[in-house]
């Protein structure tokens, strides 16, 4: 059974960091790619970054410049670091892996970014 287990979530002023962490059971994460989506209310699931299992990465427009996405293999975590936070970005944050044909979720994390 694969579970990814995501956290760092919390309410944070405009401007304001995080550091979101994702862990993945089991070692066969290091071979897929693995990527951070947001779902904000009334609104669909957006993909936010991805990384593939090469290190390569790409992010939505709406974050480039503010976000980092990278993973840790050894620790079977991928990480998202969030700089400059703006209301917009609030949204609950949901960690995926995926591996063919099976498609992986964590259970989501709260952003909340308000003054």
């Known amino acids: 059974q694969v579970q990814l287990v995501e956290s760092g979530g919390g309410l944070v002023q405009p401007g304001g960091s995080l550091r979101l962490s994702c862990e993945v059971s089991g070692r066969f994460a290091r071979f897929y790619a693995m990527g951070w989506y947001r779902q904000a209310p009334g609104k669909q699931r957006e993909l936010v970054a991805e990384?593939?299992?090469?290190?390569?990465?790409n992010y939505a427009d709406s974050v480039k410049g503010r976000f980092t996405i990278s993973r840790d293999n050894a620790k079977n975590t991928v990480y998202l670091q969030i700089n400059s936070l703006k209301p917009e970005d609030t949204a609950v944050y949901y960690c995926?892996?995926?591996?063919?044909?099976?498609?992986?979720w964590g259970q989501g994390t709260q952003v909340t970014v308000s003054s």
């Open positions: 995926n892996l995926y591996a063919p044909p099976n498609d992986y």
């Open positions: 990384i593939t299992n090469g290190g390569s990465t």
